[in-house]
């Protein structure tokens, strides 16, 4: 449960990052009334067809389950486009790289290779929801200037997990 209150945490700072430019609203899968709204999808799509920008928060709401199958779920739920990761490192890697410096990074990997290789970028539920799904992931880093800008643009940051390789 202080995992899930600390995702709202942190979406909050991320809405008032965002509501300097735009707007964003936090759903979140525990209710802490005053503070969030609860997840509702149809108030969620509500705020997608306003352009609006929709953050969710506090997992699925369930103990056992990850952030990470908590976003693949929520993804698939809005018919999003691409699931984006963002992580302390540039993509995936064959190899933790701060343990192993010749460790090789990939730019394009299919969910088979992920499983195959047990790379362990998501949990195993995440990553096969996401492949069940046809749910395009990319995988970038959090602390590179303007690197969710970059994907945003088009740029190829990070690495892109797909149906094929």
Do not use: W
């Amino acid at each position: 449960q202080m995992g899930m209150l600390a995702t709202i945490m942190n979406a909050l700072a991320l809405r008032d990052a965002i509501n300097e430019h735009h707007c964003a609203s936090i759903f979140s899968a525990v209710a802490v009334t005053g503070v969030v709204e609860q997840f509702e999808r149809q108030a969620v799509l509500q705020q997608l067809n306003k352009n609006n920008i929709v953050i969710f928060a506090a997992g699925t709401g369930h103990p056992l389950f990850t952030t990470d199958t908590a976003a693949a779920l929520r993804a698939i739920e809005m018919n999003a486009d691409i699931l984006l990761k963002a992580t302390k490192v540039d993509g995936i890697y064959s190899a933790d790289p701060h343990k192993d410096p010749q460790a090789k990074r990939y730019q394009h990997l299919s969910y088979d290779d992920v499983i195959q290789q047990n790379l362990q970028v998501m949990d195993l539920t995440a990553i096969c929801l996401c492949r069940d799904h046809n749910l395009p992931l990319r995988v970038f880093s959090m602390t590179k200037p303007n690197g969710l800008m970059d994907i945003v643009l088009g740029q190829p940051e990070g690495t892109e997990v797909g149906v094929t390789s």
